[in-house]
């Protein structure tokens, strides 16, 4: 009786689906013509990177093609907005970065994790702190000492005020109390290179953007940031390890507008799931020192709300720390 | 080390690789020909395709975009004086001048042989000392940048022709256009009224392309009357001879050299390098009065320099995994889609591999040239359209390349507000050069100015006395001082 029932209302609910989406402009099921996949970063960047491969990843099992377009600025919320003033039918969708959690508390765009319907996750990039082969930190304590000896001594470079890893450095004074000198420069390459030609004494950035020069002996991993190690610095310990357990990953899912119906929202799911499962997801991702990880629409949501309500609290405590 | 160069040489002699990489090369000169498409976009949008392909094959397809897309933007700049690319803006000087003087062809010729000549140069400086330059690179710090901005900015007077005084108020207009967005230390927002779209600051393409295509439009329809000079649409010869040859020399060899050290640096490309390759060609020349009026060395000395950036840009990129630009920041991630990590490792474990991309952008270089020359004939008809053909195509292109840089439509409304403004200092007589070079390097003065005070807690003087800054320094003081003494003495 019971099972008959939920039978009964879930092909109901099918029906309604497919009526709903047959409103939506196109008829037959979804979908039906192509996608496009609104990117908030230039194209060359992590961003666009992973929207690109799992663009193409997930257009067999899609069957129309899956159209990437680059809406660049203000840390992705020009994006956001667009994206969510899009019909919530599907064939709009968008590359949702780390900062979608980040841009209402840095004051870019009222606009949240909470105001979009999201689909997936698909990888974290973990942080990872690194100094000079040459210089005389051997480990993240000799560093935190040298640093807390003589506050603001140490010239930490990032890759922009506001940007994700500019905050695993300020989490990183504010847990294990120390002060540095904050030099921000455009992006990670910028802050590699200085770090690099020795005009800084540390950075923070993405693991994958350190590793060829962690590898090649020019500089040294002292801590990765994520509470598990990264299997491309099987090495080095992680913060938490370290009884400093601070560090929040970049991270890679994908959003549609707010009132997505249920049988486009599992339709995109399952196809960047598949799209997931590939071979050459896995390499990416190990070659970009990305975690490959899945979210289900259900625990991206939880997460995402997650890192949308930690930012709003950290970020303007961080930015207004006493120095 | 000799095994490795044949090994190299080897994988990318087989005609799939040399077929992807004239496909690259075709469609890096139409992306670059065409204003707001741009190389780092085709070669993103190609990348997905690479992994189907193997290493080599899907190099080959991405080196060739690269190596055609400035080239390619020097034809319409040269054509039409709308520059494809900003780092064509100074190929538009004397090539557009050259093209009014009836000498398309020999000024397509030249863009397609110096482009060949500065690509080779920089890749044959790659094959001997990627190391030296690399770390002569990473000397470049915050005080370093500030001082190259600095240098290029006094390069406004140069550009300025006669009227130095409206040159140089045309600059401060430039460098404080250049201020609006984000604070580039705090990221407080400066200039925005309150407007999202304004944060990143003004996207310099639009302006570039209201500047100079729309305001030649402009202005050509409002001179249609005064019918006295036409464009001839005679393309005379292609191929330089030997006269001109003489004189382009040291040009070609001061536009090949800087602009691979420019384009080593990061965050400096072939836009900056063009203008000081083209300035500093102005001051040894002898015949410094045909800059900018159609001087065959001016043209020689941008055209190499741009794409010499391309060899400096890749060193930076294959010996410290680190982006020299915008396109080899997409092609590390090609690079390891196919598992290639680049970086100082790379030399040691795959120097075959590094000789290969070596031989295949020395190959890139060899085709443009080829393409080039056989290509200038039927892209010369263009000037035979109808002029309102011609006007209502530059407004097309322009539009539609203005908005698909950012997908935004702002940047469309900034073009055309670019091309009024531009169109109005041409009447008025007000050159647009200085208001380029302050957008473009007014970020740079700023943001690296603000490093370097960060870096040496506020103390000026010993941030400007370090050696290369010094020699910016010192360079930059004579470039507004010797004009003013020669004047005195004479």
């Known amino acids: 009786m019971l099972s008959g029932m939920l039978r009964c209302s879930a092909s109901l609910a099918v029906v309604v689906g497919i009526s709903f989406s047959g409103c939506s402009s196109t008829s037959g099921p979804f979908p039906s013509k192509e996608l496009k996949l609104i990117v908030q970063a230039s194209p060359g960047g992590l961003s666009d990177s992973v929207s690109r491969i799992m663009a193409s990843l997930s257009e067999p099992d899609l069957g129309v093609p899956v159209v990437c377009e680059n809406k660049p600025g203000a840390s992705g919320a020009l994006a956001y907005s667009y994206v969510v003033r899009r019909p919530p039918d599907g064939y709009t969708i968008g590359h949702a970065a780390v900062e979608i959690a980040m841009v209402r508390a840095l004051g870019y765009a009222d606009i949240g994790p909470e105001d979009v319907d999201l689909i997936c996750l698909v990888s974290k990039s973990p942080p990872v702190l690194v100094v000079r082969a040459d210089s005389p930190w051997k480990n993240f304590s000799d560093f935190v000492d040298a640093a807390r000896k003589e506050p603001n001594s140490l010239i930490m470079a990032n890759s922009g005020t506001g940007s994700i890893w500019h905050f695993n450095t300020l989490l990183m004074e504010q847990y294990a109390d120390l002060r540095v000198t904050h030099v921000p420069y455009n992006g990670s390459s910028g802050s590699l290179a200085s770090l690099l030609g020795g005009h800084v004494d540390a950075v923070i950035a993405g693991a994958g953007e350190a590793v060829a020069n962690v590898a090649a002996g020019r500089l040294r991993a002292l801590a990765i940031l994520p509470p598990s190690r990264s299997q491309i610095y099987p090495e080095t310990p992680t913060t938490h390890e370290l009884k400093y357990p601070f560090g929040v990953p970049a991270w890679s899912g994908f959003f549609a507008p707010k009132g997505l119906p249920q049988d486009v929202l599992v339709r995109l799911e399952a196809a960047f799931r598949k799209a997931f499962e590939t071979e050459e997801w896995r390499k990416l991702c190990h070659e970009r020192g990305m975690e490959a990880e899945f979210l289900n629409s259900e625990d991206f949501q939880k997460f995402a709300l997650d890192q949308g309500i930690f930012f709003g609290a950290e970020i303007p405590k961080l930015l207004t720390m006493k120095r | ?490």
């Open chain 2, 1 to 490: 080390m000799s095994t490795e160069i044949i090994d190299g040489l080897l994988a990318v002699l087989q005609w799939k690789v040399l077929g992807f990489l004239s496909v690259g090369v075709v469609l890096g000169a139409i992306f670059g020909a065409l204003p707001g498409l741009t190389a780092t976009m085709g070669v993103a949008i190609l990348t997905p395709l690479t992994f189907w392909l193997s290493a080599e094959e899907g190099l080959a397809m991405l080196l060739g975009i690269y190596g055609g897309a400035i080239p390619g933007g020097g034809i319409p700049a040269i054509l039409i004086n709308v520059p494809g690319t900003p780092a064509s803006i100074a190929t538009s000087w004397d090539g557009y001048a050259l093209s009014r003087q009836g000498k398309a062809g020999l000024a397509l010729g030249i863009n397609a042989i110096l482009s060949t000549i500065g690509q080779l140069t920089s890749i044959f400086f790659l094959a001997v000392a990627a190391f030296p330059i690399a770390s002569f690179a990473l000397r470049f710090g915050p005080a370093e940048y500030f001082g190259l901005a600095l240098f290029g900015i006094s390069l406004m007077a140069g550009v300025s022709g006669k009227r130095v005084i409206q040159g140089m108020l045309a600059g401060m207009l430039g460098l404080s256009l250049a201020m609006v967005g984000l604070d580039p230390m705090t990221a407080y927002p400066r200039y925005t009224f309150g407007q999202a779209e304004f944060l990143d600051g003004i996207s310099f393409v639009p302006v570039m392309i209201g500047l100079f295509g729309l305001a030649e439009v402009l202005t050509q329809i409002s001179e249609r009357n005064k019918t006295t000079d036409t464009p001839p649409a005679a393309l005379g010869r292609i191929l330089p001879r030997l006269t001109e040859w003489k004189k382009m020399i040291v040009g070609a060899a001061a536009g090949a050299g800087l602009g691979t050290l420019v384009g080593a640096v990061p965050a400096a490309g072939g836009d900056i390098g063009s203008v000081i390759s083209w300035e500093q060609a102005r001051r040894i020349s002898r015949e410094k009065e045909k800059f900018g009026k159609g001087s065959i060395e001016g043209l020689a000395a941008s055209c190499a320099s741009c794409n010499s950036a391309i060899g400096g840009a890749m060193t930076t990129m294959l010996t410290l995994g680190i982006p020299g630009d915008a396109v080899s920041a997409v092609l590390i991630g090609a690079l390891m889609i196919h598992g290639i990590q680049p970086g100082p490792l790379l030399f040691r474990d795959k120097a075959s591999f590094v000789f290969s991309l070596v031989f295949l952008m020395a190959f890139a270089a060899i085709l443009i040239m080829a393409i080039g020359l056989l290509g200038a004939r039927p892209l010369a008809r263009a000037l035979r359209l109808p002029n309102a053909w011609l006007w209502a195509g530059i407004v097309l292109f322009g539009t539609v390349g203005s908005y698909a840089l950012n997908n935004a439509i702002v940047d469309v409304w900034a073009m055309f507000v670019a091309g009024i403004v531009g169109f109005l200092f041409r009447k008025a007589n007000i050159p647009l050069g200085p208001l380029v070079l302050g957008l473009i390097l007014g970020p740079m003065m700023e943001s690296n100015l603000r490093r370097a005070l960060i870096l040496s807690r506020g103390d000026w003087t010993g941030t400007l006395t370090q050696p290369i800054v010094l020699f910016f320094l010192v360079a930059t003081a004579l470039s507004l001082l010797v004009p003013l003494i020669k004047r005195r003495k004479t």
